[in-house]
T-cell receptor
Framework: EPEVTQTPSHQVTQMGQEVILRCVPI?????FYWYRQILGQKVEFLVS????????KSEIFDDQFSVERPDGSNFTLKIRSTKLEDSAMYFC?????????????FGPGTRLTVL | AQSVTQLDSQVPVFEEAPVELRCNYS??????LFWYVQYPNQGLQLLLK??????LVKGINGFEAEFNKSQTSFHLRKPSVHISDTAEYFC?????????????FGKGTKLSVKP
């Protein structure tokens, strides 16, 4: 069964450093998402991406964040200058693109630790 | 704006007992509702979803949920739980019609099944 994959599973970085989290969505999916879950808190929407551009973003997704689909398979989340409060589990999700009938499939997540 | 409330942060239950995890939502438009499960150190897995049609939906692992529009609820139930059901359960809502489908999650309910 096709699945969303994410790398790395765990990333440790120093405050102020740039990180790139990578995702490979399911191949025939058209909508892509990033969510994050701070330890002990709920899953929060960050950004959605469709047709090679951001379609929606939350207030969390400020200028320090960016997303890209550099090729036909990868979907990346970049944090330019990490802060301590960026420490969280980051989930990528994708869905096929038939509105109202399909489901978002989540990857296993990348745990980001900012020291 | 949409929101999801999961009233119980933790639910302890004995093996083979029934369980109900509560979820209430608020929205000014029609919504689609989901339950996701997160096993320790894993990603989010879809349990079941309500998009339209029958208000009683059945999912994987013997779980079911009932959509109640008048009470704006989507409670999750299982008649007899197993140790392996120990996990965190998240209720989520989206409105595909008015957005790109980003999910709004509740804070989660940790189900702990004891022998």
């Amino acid at each position: 069964e096709p699945e969303v994959t994410q790398t790395p599973s765990h990333q440790v970085t120093q405050m102020g450093q740039e990180v790139i989290l990578r995702c490979v969505p399911i191949s025939n999916h058209l909508y892509f998402y990033w969510y994050r879950q701070i330890l002990g808190q709920k899953v929060e929407f960050l950004v959605s991406f469709y047709n090679n551009e951001i379609s929606e973003k939350s207030e969390i997704f400020d200028d320090q964040f960016s997303v890209e689909r550099p090729d036909g398979s990868n979907f990346t989340l970049k944090i330019r200058s990490t802060k301590l409060e960026d420490s969280a589990m980051y989930f990528c999700a994708s869905r096929q693109g038939v509105p109202g009938t399909d489901t978002q499939y989540f990857g296993p997540g990348t745990r980001l630790t900012v020291l | 704006a949409q929101s999801v409330t999961q009233l119980d942060s933790q639910v302890p239950v004995f093996e083979e007992a029934p369980v109900e995890l509560r979820c209430n939502y608020s929205s000014s438009v029609s919504v689609y509702l989901f339950w996701y499960v997160q096993y320790p150190n894993q990603g989010l897995q879809l349990l079941l979803k309500y998009l339209s049609g029958s208000t009683l939906v059945k999912g994987i692992n013997g779980f079911e949920a009932e959509f109640n529009k008048s009470q704006t609820s989507f409670h999750l139930r299982k008649p007899s739980v197993h140790i392996s059901d120990t996990a965190e359960y998240f209720c989520a809502v989206t409105n595909y019609g008015g957005s790109q489908g980003n999910l709004i999650f509740g804070k989660g309910t940790k189900l702990s099944v004891k022998p």
